[in-house]
């Protein structure tokens, strides 16, 4: 089980076990150095360790199940043998059960719980589950995105999900939700949910936030020549700040010790 922290929000270090992923992908394509990311990421501060084997960058591929699990599975393993507390970013209900059963106590599901299957998986374990929101898939997600009211259109479209997993018999504590940052979504629209975070926390879940190095972050600060993915930092820690303080209960981050920092500082004022 995974208890989200007291006064502080939960740090999320993504480990992307892809050859893929639109910032490190092939990084740790290799077990043993996806095994030694996670544990050093533990180590700098990480409250859970977010491991995915399917890349959801725009237009990627799609990845079989069974190629899914052998990505996944010896490094949940080995993480959670060793204490680390590990959840499972996957769109299948297939994963999600074995990555559960291999030590995983989160599944984080960017299909917000559309996929086949999932909901009774979720339900069936009690673990936490994190709903995001994407509008249409990773292939056609960037194609466009039309809302005529995003933070309306996006929070109703979590709680529709979170009401169908609590009906399926998951607690309503194991239910978070992510507006989907980057999925299906323009720079004008991700600065619209950002700035409406506080409706998203409003609801009473745990509200997840992943910005880290997203290219909405390197549009905005560089205009018509947008930032590289490694001058992106400062903007994504901007986020995390303004999330902080909107009462956001999860932060999904590359840059796990500059997150933490960031982090304790805002709790240190808060505090004061």
């Known amino acids: 089980m995974f208890d989200l922290p007291v006064g502080r929000p939960a740090i ?10 639109f910032s490190d ?5 290799d077990p043993e150095a996806a095994i030694a990311a996670g544990l050093r990421m533990r180590d700098e501060g990480a409250d859970l360790i977010d491991v995915g084997g399917e890349s959801t960058r725009p237009g990627a591929d799609p990845v079989p199940a069974a190629e899914e699990l052998r990505r996944v599975i010896p490094v949940i393993s080995a993480l959670s043998v060793q204490g680390v507390k590990v959840s499972i970013d996957t769109m299948k209900a297939e994963v999600a059960s074995a990555a ?3 030590g995983a106590v989160v599944v984080n599901d960017v299909m917000g719980l559309r ?3 999932m909901i009774e998986v979720v339900a069936a374990h009690q673990c936490p589950v994190c709903i995001m929101h994407m509008q249409g898939s990773p292939q056609t997600m960037q194609s466009a995105p039309h809302y005529d009211d995003v933070v309306r259109e996006v929070r109703a479209f979590l709680l529709r999900q979170a009401a169908v997993v609590e009906e399926a018999g998951l607690q309503a504590e194991r239910v978070w939700i992510d507006p989907g940052i980057g999925f299906g979504k323009t720079v004008e629209h991700n600065l619209k949910l950002l700035n409406g975070l506080g409706k998203f926390v409003a609801t009473s879940y745990p509200v997840l936030l992943g910005v880290s190095r997203k290219s909405f ?4 600060l560089g205009g018509e020549e947008p930032l590289p993915i490694e001058e992106r930092g400062e ?9 902080q303080i909107q009462g956001v209960r999860v932060l999904r981050v590359h840059d796990v010790v500059a997150t933490v920092r960031t982090v304790r500082m805002i ?3 808060a505090q004061a």
């Open 25 to 29: 992908g092939g990084r740790h394509f």
């Open 235 to 243: 903007g994504a820690h901007a986020v995390h700040v303004w999330a």
């Open 267 to 269: 709790e240190a004022i």
């Open 100 to 102: 559960l059963a291999a």
């Open 12 to 21: 999320m270090g993504i480990l992307n076990v892809t050859e893929d992923s």
């Open 217 to 220: 972050i390197g549009r905005v």
């Open 115 to 117: 996929g086949p299957g």
